[in-house]
Nanobody, 123 residues
């Protein structure tokens, strides 16, 4: 059983940056593809980004491409999401997820989820 804990959320002005972190425990993070999702109030959870076990394959949602960067450090059991040029529409709870591959995570098929961290972007 893998436990995932997100951190790094907060309040930021439009155009600003935040770096989200996801700490994994209870398993070997390098056994899993990892990803980030988000859910805004009144909306369904949506895919943001995913990264393969060794970091060689990365996917982004079109809405964040060029602004967000996903990375991972398997030795530290950490996954990161660097978010730049933030917009009010990026406001959401961001969730970390683990699955068998980045491709499957992109379609929402994940084994484990974190509790989420709130990101609020003011205009």
């Amino acid at each position: 059983q893998v436990q995932l804990v997100e951190s790094g959320g907060g309040l930021v002005q439009a155009g600003g940056s935040l770096r989200l972190s996801c700490a994994g425990s209870g398993g070997t993070l390098s056994d899993y593809g990892m990803g980030w999702f988000r859910q805004a109030p009144g909306k369904e959870r949506e895919f943001v980004s995913a990264i393969s076990r060794n970091g060689g394959v990365i996917y982004y949602a079109d809405s964040v491409k060029g602004r967000f960067t996903i990375s991972r450090d398997n030795d530290k059991k950490m996954v990161y999401l660097q978010m730049n040029s933030l917009r009010p529409e990026d406001t959401a709870v961001y969730y970390c997820a683990a699955g068998d591959s980045a491709a499957n995570i992109r379609t929402g098929r994940s084994y484990y989820w974190g509790q989420g961290t709130q990101v609020t972007v003011s205009s």
